[in-house]
């Protein structure tokens, strides 16, 4: 079955960058959407980056638009989520997500990996 690995999470400074990587495992990466979820405490999970399983198309909220980019190498199984201008409100754990549906449609997520800490001070 689909295995994800996230890494890369950790804490930065209110304006700092991190990248985010997702190794996907256990059926064809190329076949499958790919998204990032975070969730902070308290918080319902939000939605923060997919992108299609051909990785022409992307999906960003307007919270995270213009800072994040999520990427696929389709060669090494994985996606990336590269977070710049981090923000206190960015904090949260993050969620690599895998689709055989529609990229955009959150609800079309069923496989999950285990979550990243990202910690953003202000």
């Known amino acids: 079955q689909v295995q994800l690995v996230e890494s890369g999470g950790g804490l930065v400074q209110a304006g700092g960058s991190l990248r985010l990587s997702c190794t996907f495992s256990?059926?064809?990466?190329?076949?499958?959407?790919m998204g990032w979820f975070r969730q902070a405490p308290g918080k319902d999970r939000e939605f923060v980056a997919a992108i299609s399983w051909s990785g022409h198309s992307t999906y960003y909220p307007d919270s995270v638009k213009g800072r994040f980019t999520i990427s696929r190498d389709d060669a090494n199984n994985t996606v990336y989520l590269e977070m710049n201008i981090l923000k206190p409100e960015d904090t949260g754990v993050y969620y690599c997500?895998?689709?055989?549906?529609?990229?955009?449609?959150?609800?079309?997520?069923?496989?999950w990996g285990q979550g990243t800490q990202v910690t953003v001070s202000s």
């Open positions: 256990g059926r064809t990466f190329s076949s499958y959407a």
């Open positions: 997500a895998a689709s055989r549906g529609s990229y955009y449609d959150a609800e079309d997520y069923d496989k």
